[in-house]
């Protein structure tokens, strides 16, 4: 039995915290703890902004596991935006095209759902990916830009969904900066 569980390693250091699940639920770290005894875990290691490091080339156009626990740790679930699908419901998708020479990297890869991936194409009302640049502030994660029916400014949207933590980081750094240290 394989079970993926993705969390911080401060989480992990101090035996608190939660731990996400590859179909989207949580866990605190002490149960992660109890689940892993006796197993032979498969690290993931990632940046400080999230990013999962480069685990190698591959000349297959199937994600490796290696680099499908990569995907489970840095998307978390379906990548297009407003989707709620947890990992265990995606497939690993190349943003640029296998077929088109994109390779099978982790910089060139991302979960979808199936419903979402049926969406990709070249036709006027498909939809395209794009891995977002270090000037953007989803560095690393894959944006969505829907057909020019849908937005004309085909402007690059990344999911929140799967991002709790991040969102509630940046509504209080917001908090802060708007309001200011609090009197002593």
């Given at each position: 039995?394989?079970?993926?569980?993705?969390?911080?390693?401060?989480?992990?250091?101090?035996?608190?915290?939660?731990?996400?699940t590859?179909?989207?639920?949580?866990?605190s770290?002490?149960?992660?703890?109890?689940m892993?005894?006796?197993?032979?875990?498969v690290l993931?290691?990632l940046?400080?902004?999230?990013?999962?490091?480069?685990l190698?080339r591959?000349r297959e156009?199937l994600?490796?596991?290696?680099?499908?626990?990569?995907?489970?740790?840095?998307?978390?679930?379906?990548?297009?935006?407003?989707?709620?699908?947890?990992a265990?419901?995606?497939?690993?998708h190349?943003?640029?095209d296998?077929?088109?020479?994109?390779?099978?990297?982790?910089?060139?890869?991302?979960?979808?759902?199936d419903?979402?991936h049926?969406?990709?194409?070249?036709s006027?009302?498909?939809w395209?990916?794009?891995?977002?640049?270090?000037?953007?502030?989803?560095?690393?994660?894959?944006?969505?830009?829907?057909p020019a029916?849908?937005?004309?400014?085909?402007?690059?949207r990344?999911n929140?969904?799967?991002?709790a933590?991040?969102?509630?980081?940046?509504?209080?750094?917001?908090?802060?900066?708007?309001w200011?240290?609090?009197?002593?």
């Amino acid at each position: 039995m394989q079970i993926t569980l993705t969390m911080s390693l401060a989480d992990l250091e101090r035996g608190a915290g939660i731990a996400t699940t590859a179909t989207g639920g949580h866990i605190s770290i002490n149960e992660a703890l109890k689940m892993a005894a006796g197993s032979k875990p498969v690290l993931a290691v990632l940046d400080g902004d999230g990013i999962p490091l480069y685990l190698g080339r591959s000349r297959e156009r199937l994600a490796t596991p290696g680099q499908r626990l990569a995907l489970i740790a840095r998307d978390k679930g379906c990548t297009h935006p407003d989707c709620d699908a947890p990992a265990a419901m995606c497939a690993a998708h190349h943003v640029v095209d296998w077929a088109k020479g994109g390779p099978t990297d982790l910089d060139n890869l991302a979960l979808v759902c199936d419903h979402h991936h049926a969406m990709v194409n070249d036709s006027e009302y498909g939809w395209t990916t794009v891995m977002m640049g270090s000037d953007s502030p989803h560095r690393g994660r894959v944006g969505w830009i829907a057909p020019a029916a849908v937005d004309p400014s085909r402007t690059p949207r990344v999911n929140e969904k799967h991002h709790a933590g991040e969102r509630v980081a940046t509504s209080i750094a917001a908090s802060c900066h708007q309001w200011g240290p609090r009197a002593a």
